[in-house]
């Protein structure tokens, strides 16, 4: 299984970036799916997290600017970030968690990251 992450760049403050996160492989389902982000300096923090029913969570410096979002038939999980200011900078990572075979158990895949900068 592979997750390949994609639409990061350079963004002025009050932009927007649309992120692409598609799993390729041999696999049964993907059961949650989630964008994480790492700044310079700092840990790894969950930012929003979708799971196989469509139910989302997000990190309260997220809410009310960013939607993460699913498409389960092309294994495709996206998140569209709106308003972003200079915090948001950082290297976005995204997760699932994916299960090989009908009895298998749940095992949990990373992307590559894609790089978010926000600045004038």
């Known amino acids: 299984v592979q997750l390949q992450a994609s639409g990061g760049g350079l963004v002025q403050p009050g932009g927007s970036l649309r992120l692409s996160c598609a799993a390729s492989?041999?696999?049964?389902?993907?059961?949650?799916m989630a964008w994480y982000r790492q700044a310079p300096g700092k840990q790894r923090e969950l930012v929003a997290h979708?799971?196989?029913?469509?139910?989302?969570t997000y990190t309260d410096s997220a809410k009310g600017r960013f939607t993460i979002s699913r498409d389960n038939a092309e294994n495709t999980a996206y998140l569209q970030m709106n308003s972003l200011k200079p915090d948001d900078t950082a290297v976005y990572y995204c997760?699932?968690?994916?299960?090989?075979?009908?009895?298998?158990?749940?095992?949990?895949?990373w992307g590559q990251g894609t790089l978010v900068t926000v600045s004038s």
């Open positions: 979708i799971s196989s029913g469509g139910s989302t």
């Open positions: 997760n699932a968690y994916v299960r090989a075979g009908r009895f298998s158990p749940l095992y949990p895949y």
């Open positions: 492989g041999s696999f049964f389902s993907i059961n949650t």
